[in-house]
């Protein structure tokens, strides 16, 4: 597999990378076959976090023996200084690292939290001195803002990004990318697949693959969707009319009534899971009518109708999205879908 320079890290990774979120879903053999294949196929960068619960044990036990084949990046949420040495030293342990190559302050993505990374005494010099210790090699950044991504990039403090992109979430074409490449900070691309929404494996990556410099980390579950990815990558990148078409198409369906998943809406009075409600058409789609129409699913729609259009989750959106609207809208389509379902199935 082709490499890539991840910024000023000067770390060379694979063009494709792994992230760890699924893994905690399935068995942990299935987890550890998954993250084998994805060494097999020669991925060399894999992403976790002290907060995937044990996606960075099963990932540590995973490549037992093949330390040196690949790059491991997690991160922490933490914003004390306790807070940070405590995850990395759990981090080190459920690893069964001496020495993790990336570490990131996980999801900053108010300006708060920002000042916070950012003050010399705060848990930045926890992790410059683990970085002299020996502990870590690189220190990163994720984020789902764009306005404070950007801050966090022109502060030179931070060897990495990861942020949202794909191509219906591409404002990052923009401003984000050219300036992380003018400061080199290494690119790394989360939700290349829109959270799940996007079923178009290969429109998704051809778009992504598109920049040289970009590192998707697609959340794998199944060896079968690593294998076709790395098929896109192996073929021709070019995006043919159809691909563009669709993608057009797709960016026009979706555009800005597109939910990004990142809870910045939160916390609402009546306790809705808004991101989820914003996406379930397309996890339903996915799932037989018997399990979305009774337990889980139908709890949160549920919930959903208790929406008293106060607004608030509008206000912190940074998509502006019309949530109530939205969620009206998921709510009458969820109650008509459950009507004809259960008329199908009494009679
Ligand atoms: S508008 Fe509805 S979803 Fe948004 S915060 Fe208010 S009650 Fe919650
Ligand atoms: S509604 Fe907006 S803030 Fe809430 S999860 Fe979706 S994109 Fe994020």
Redesign the pocket.
């Known amino acids: 597999m082709d490499d890539m320079r991840l910024g000023k890290t000067g770390m060379k990774v694979s063009r494709l990378g792994f992230g760890g979120i699924p893994i905690q879903r399935v068995s942990e053999e299935e987890a550890i076959v998954v993250v084998q294949k994805c060494l097999d196929l020669g991925i060399t960068f894999i992403d976790t976090a002290n907060a995937y619960t044990t996606s960075e044990a099963r990932i540590g036990k995973s490549i037992k023996g093949r330390r040196g084949e690949v790059v491991i990046a997690t991160k922490s949420d933490s914003r004390s200084r306790e807070g940070i040495e405590g995850h990395l030293s759990m981090s080190l342990e459920r690893l069964g690292l001496d020495c993790i190559d990336l570490y990131q302050f996980h999801q900053v993505s108010d300006f708060k939290s920002l000042e916070i990374v950012l003050d010399p005494k705060g848990p930045m010099s926890v992790l410059e001195k683990a970085k002299k210790a020996g502990l870590i090699k690189h220190i990163g950044i994720t984020s789902h803002q764009i306005d404070v991504a950007v801050e966090a990039v022109k502060s030179d403090r931070f060897e990495t990004l990861m942020f949202p992109f794909n191509f219906i979430t591409c404002e990052p074409e923009d401003e984000l990318l050219p300036l992380c490449r003018e400061h080199d900070v290494g690119f790394i691309a989360m939700k290349p697949l829109a959270g799940g929404v996007l079923d178009n494996v290969t429109i998704a990556f051809k778009y992504l693959f598109q920049f040289p410099d970009v590192l998707p980390i697609p959340g794998i579950e199944k060896p079968h969707e690593i294998e076709q990815i790395v098929q896109v990558l192996r073929g021709s990148w070019g995006i043919d009319d159809a691909e563009r078409t669709e993608m057009q198409r797709l960016r026009a369906e979706l555009g800005n009534r597109f939910c990004r998943r990142c809870d910045y809406?939160q916390p609402?009075?009546?306790e809705?899971p808004?991101s989820w409600v914003m996406v379930m058409t397309s996890i339903i789609r996915r799932m037989p009518p018997e399990v979305v129409f009774t337990g889980i699913y139908a709890d949160v729609m549920e919930k959903?109708a208790?929406?008293?259009?106060?607004?608030?989750?509008?206000e912190r959106c940074p998509y502006r999205l019309p949530?109530?609207e939205m969620?009206a809208e998921q709510v009458r389509w969820f109650q008509e879908a459950k009507k004809e379902y259960e008329q199908r199935v009494a009679t």
């Open positions: 809406c609402c009075a009546q809705i808004i959903a208790n929406c008293t259009e106060c607004g608030d989750c509008e949530i109530r969620i």
